[in-house]
């Protein structure tokens, strides 16, 4: 069985800091890791993916994250973080390719501080 | 990126009714679209797949015969929730995904979600 861990429920950071929101994974096979943002009421937006390739990852407004196998970890980073950036974060793994599901963990709620 | 519709965006019904949520995959095709259920503070609960022109997949614990799912075209899935209680009030989320071909593992996009409340 595949599974996500957002250890943190909330992170807060002031703006213009560096942000990191972290995610580890268990996957019985090749990961394909994902990073999503809902922002109230609001379905959710793709952010960045690992598949294969680099470790470092970029992706929309500016995040990216970092593949790490050996901790089997996908942290997603952003090196200024702006208010506009608060909402939940989710991040998610699927098992290879193909028909597999996507399991997501359970969110972390991102605050940047004015 | 592609874009996944879901309508209504909000909906309150009373208690025994019925209520149904369309998606739609507005530039692509979706043989597969997917059904979650989020509650407040919490993470995507996925309820069930939707495969075109087949029975959808529901997950353990998720009755089919509650959640009702169809998937008439490539374009098209709905959800209807039958005798709604006030339990069932949710954020309901659908997602499409796009097309699997050679070494494209398709792409996950995710409608706006649908508010559910039950008097």
């Known amino acids: 069985a595949q599974s996500v861990a957002q250890p943190e429920d909330q992170v807060n950071v002031a703006e213009g800091n560096p942000l990191t929101v972290k995610c580890t994974y268990s996957?019985?096979?090749?990961?394909?890791l994902f990073w999503y943002v809902q922002y109230p009421n609001r379905g959710l937006q793709f952010l960045l993916k690992?598949?294969?390739?680099?470790?470092l990852v970029k992706g929309s407004y500016g995040f990216e994250a970092e593949f790490n196998k050996s901790q089997t970890s996908f942290h997603l980073k952003k090196p200024s973080a702006l208010v506009s950036d608060s909402a939940l974060y989710f991040c998610?793994?699927?098992?290879?390719?193909?028909?597999?599901?996507?399991?997501f963990g359970t969110g972390t709620k991102l605050q940047v501080i004015p | 990126g592609a874009v996944v519709s879901q309508h209504p965006s909000r909906v309150i019904c009373k208690s025994g009714t019925s209520v149904k949520i369309e998606c739609r995959s507005l530039d692509f095709q979706a043989t597969t679209m997917f059904w979650y259920r989020q509650f407040p503070k919490q993470s995507l609960m996925l309820m069930a797949t939707?495969?075109?022109?087949?029975?959808?997949?529901?997950e353990q614990g998720v009755e089919k015969d509650k959640f009702l799912i169809n998937h008439a075209s490539l374009t098209l899935s709905t959800l209807t929730v039958t005798s709604a209680h006030p339990e069932d009030s949710s954020f309901y989320i659908c997602?499409?995904?796009?097309?699997?071909?050679?070494?494209?593992?398709?792409?996950?996009?995710f409608g706006e979600g649908s508010r559910l409340t039950v008097l």
């Open positions: 997602s499409a995904r796009t097309p699997l071909a050679g070494s494209n593992t398709g792409e996950l996009f």
């Open positions: 690992y598949i294969t390739g680099d470790n």
């Open positions: 998610a793994v699927r098992d290879g390719g193909g028909y597999q599901k996507v399991t």
């Open positions: 996957v019985s096979g090749n990961p394909y």
């Open positions: 939707s495969n075109e022109g087949s029975k959808a997949t529901y």
